[in-house]
């Protein structure tokens, strides 16, 4: 773990969580000067002290598979992309409202997608599929809940296939 990044990563949790720093340091049993210097980047946590102090602010620390992407073209010669494994997103993500950018919106660029609304959902999840890079996948669809959306979809075969074939597997 950089320093930075293990002081980016407890700072976030803290705030997220609403600590105060005295208040995490209490939790995690440690000084309010060694959690500000982790969180300043002056130490650097172990793992073990990095795990200990995003548990005391409710949080944990975990591996997670990231996807790799293969741009697939299909048969009338317009690439997508499709990803390995289903990414998965944090609960606020997946049921944000989202403002699609131009490139995948460009029919209807000032709307609105509510996340949190499975018919707006699908709407956005066929765009994306269709229309999107790796980093829009990544931003905007969530694995379970493209399981679950997937046989109401409307897709063309050939995206469909693919995705089946490598992430729906």
Do not use: C
Request: hydrophobic share 45%; no cysteine.
């Amino acid at each position: 773990m950089a320093d930075s990044l293990a002081g980016r990563l407890i700072e976030s949790a803290r705030l997220e969580a609403g600590l105060s720093g005295a208040e995490l340091a209490r939790r995690a049993h440690t000084s309010r000067p060694t959690l500000a210097a982790y969180e300043h980047g002056v130490k650097s946590p172990t793992l073990e002290t990095a795990t200990r102090l995003l548990a005391a602010a409710g949080f944990r620390l975990d591996a997670v598979p990231v996807p790799s992407f293969e741009v697939v073209v299909d048969g009338r010669g317009r690439p997508f992309t499709v990803p390995d494994r289903l990414p998965r997103l944090p609960i606020r993500q997946a049921l944000a409202r989202v403002r699609l950018p131009v490139h995948l919106n460009w029919s209807d660029p000032d709307r609105t997608y509510d996340l949190a609304d499975r018919r707006q959902r699908h709407r956005l999840y066929e765009i994306v599929l269709r229309e999107g890079t790796a980093e829009d996948i990544l931003a905007y669809v969530d694995g379970a809940l493209l399981v679950d959306a997937w046989p109401e979809l409307v897709l063309p075969a050939s995206i469909r296939r693919a995705w089946e074939r490598a992430a729906l597997r």
